[in-house]
């Protein structure tokens, strides 16, 4: 198996993408792991002040997805994702040399906004680039070599992001960022294809008017898909749970990064750590799952590893509190992924197992749409009540929470 994976790393024009996405996927995630820290450095540990910066990385996968995907259609797909690259590599320069120093956050707010517009392009224009330089009998490895890899990248963006944040500052991180999208774009200029397109000044006026045009159509989908996860028991109860699962995920997303920053006083180094350990439950999670999903009831499967991953939430919170130790958040950030994968692998399983094939893209359309607005929605009520309690409060709140309502569907199910 290995072996054919070098086969197809050994073709040039896949190595390049292959390596340029890597590079730039690394990027994505130092970008982020770089706003905490410039947080951090301005205001301390301030839940609401994080949840604000970090929505404007959020917003653009509801406003610019939807329309991405023809845009790169019409334009060359090679220097789509190198225009995106080196555009955002200017932006994020301009973080690191100029807006750092702005005593509000909004320009901060503005360019992080359109970097990130400009980084729903690339994608797209990634998937859609492959069969042009890859042969037909490779493409399945070739796509099961970029998805792994690139969530390798994207770990390694938080854990080596904490300590390059850590050790520089957030002005080091957007530099040292900004060299990872100028690397990746200038890779990707190697790409030798022959797909055509043109970019025109006049396709800016036109994608305002597909933005709305998707957001009615988005919309339409979305309201048809949502009636058919409504309709059925099983498909009901995956929304449902993932809706519970993504508002959780939400509500501690910044309140937990607050808290470790309180609790083991780094801005971003424990948090890295935190993030790959996550990581690696998450991955070994999957992996023991696949092997023994068919053993266990679907539905009893969600609730009892939600009211599971409640406990070991609200026991973290509790002992590191007691005994502020990184290696003790490690651990628990592992055990925390290892729960936690069924949990979604679960839900999809329930929905590809009795939904209706011919509406499937609309089904999980729409439960992207939901997962994602439940996310953003309670990462700023958890982020503002955080400021008036205390993070610690609000964990554990959401924790008990969550067991209390997962413990109440599991009878439910089991009777």
């Given amino acids: 198996m290995i072996v054919a994976y070098f086969k197809v790393l050994k073709k040039r024009n896949f190595f390049f993408l292959w390596l340029g996405q890597i590079i730039s996927q690394f990027g994505d995630r130092l970008t982020q792991i770089a706003l905490v820290g410039l947080v951090y450095q301005k205001v301390g540990a301030r839940s609401l002040e994080l949840a ?5 990385t959020i917003i653009p996968v509801f406003l610019v997805s939807p329309v991405a995907g023809i845009y790169v259609d019409r334009w060359g797909k090679k220097i789509t994702m190198a225009v995106s690259d080196i555009t955002r590599g200017v932006l994020i320069l301009s973080l690191g040399l100029l807006f750092i120093h702005a005593k509000s956050f909004s320009p901060v707010y503005v360019v992080i906004f359109i970097a990130f517009c400009v980084g729903r392009f690339f994608i797209p224009a990634k998937m859609a680039i492959v069969p042009a330089i890859v042969d037909k009998k490779d493409i399945v ?132 750590i935190f993030a790959v350990w996550l990581s690696c439950g998450l991955f070994l999670g999957s992996l023991i799952y696949g092997r023994v999903a068919n053993r266990f009831s679907l539905m009893q499967t969600v609730n009892f590893m939600l009211s599971l991953v409640s406990v070991v939430l609200i026991s973290f919170v509790l002992i590191i509190k007691a005994y502020p130790s990184g290696v003790i958040a490690s651990g628990f950030s592992f055990f925390l992924g290892l729960l936690g994968a069924p949990i979604v692998i679960a839900c999809n399983s329930l929905i590809h197992r009795r939904g209706d094939n011919d509406l499937l893209g609309r089904v999980f359309s729409s439960l992207e749409v939901v997962m994602h607005f439940s996310f953003v929605v309670f990462m700023l009520l958890a982020s503002f009540l955080a400021d008036i309690f205390s993070p610690f409060a609000i964990i554990i709140t959401v924790g008990i929470i969550v067991f209390l309502f997962s413990l109440q569907s599991f009878l439910k199910t089991n009777g």
């Fill in 141 to 272: 490895m070739a796509n099961s070599l970029i998805s792994t890899t690139a969530m390798i990248a994207a770990v390694l963006g938080f854990g080596v992001g904490g300590f390059i944040v850590e050790w520089w500052g957030a002005r080091g991180g957007f530099i040292i960022d900004s060299i990872t999208f100028f690397l990746s774009g200038t890779l990707i200029l190697f790409v030798r294809t022959s797909s055509s397109g043109r970019f025109h000044p006049k396709d800016i006026v036109k994608m305002s008017k597909d933005v709305v045009e998707a957001e009615r159509s988005l919309f339409k989908e979305f309201k048809e898909g949502l009636t058919y996860l409504f309709s059925r028991e099983s498909t009901f109860f995956s929304v449902k749970m993932l809706s519970v699962l993504f508002s959780f995920l939400g509500a501690l997303y910044v309140v937990l990064i607050v808290y470790i920053q309180q609790t083991l006083g780094t801005a971003t180094k424990d948090l890295g």
């Fill in 52 to 56: 604000k910066i970090l929505l404007f």
